[in-house]
């Protein structure tokens, strides 16, 4: 059974980092693509970032670029989203989901974990 669970999430300042992780299990996370979408109630899910081990890509959206790192570890089976320099406008539920290949559109991930909140607040 496929599963995705993040951790990482929480409460940090204005300009602070936090590192949020991805574990998968029942499949092997290396053969596909992994991303990293947030939404906050009332929002629209956005894609923040995306990581392609078998072609070696990653992605980031205009707004986190630069702030933001994602990487995987195969032999953990996890992919994390390293977020520095972050800002109020950040804080979101964040999920991360699998697809055969990087997109920003998330009708064509197939499995999404839970999600973890991010507060970005003085």
């Known amino acids: 059974q496929v599963q995705l669970v993040e951790s990482g999430g929480g409460l940090v300042q204005p300009g602070g980092s936090l590192r949020l992780s991805c574990a998968g299990s029942?499949?092997?996370?290396?053969?596909?693509?992994i991303a990293w979408f947030r939404q906050a109630p009332g929002k629209e899910r956005e894609g923040v970032s995306c990581?392609?081990?078998?072609?070696?890509?990653?992605y980031y959206t205009d707004s986190i670029r630069g702030r933001f790192t994602i990487s995987s570890d195969n032999a953990e089976n996890t992919v994390y989203l390293q977020m520095s320099s972050l800002h109020p406008e950040d804080a979101d539920v964040y999920y991360c989901?699998?697809?055969?290949?990087?997109?920003?559109?998330?009708?064509?991930?197939?499995?999404w974990g839970q999600g973890t909140q991010v507060t970005v607040s003085s």
């Open positions: 990581i392609s081990t078998t072609y070696g890509s990653t």
């Open positions: 029942g499949f092997t996370l290396e053969y596909y693509a």
């Open positions: 989901a699998t697809a055969w290949t990087c997109s920003w559109r998330g009708d064509e991930y197939d499995y």
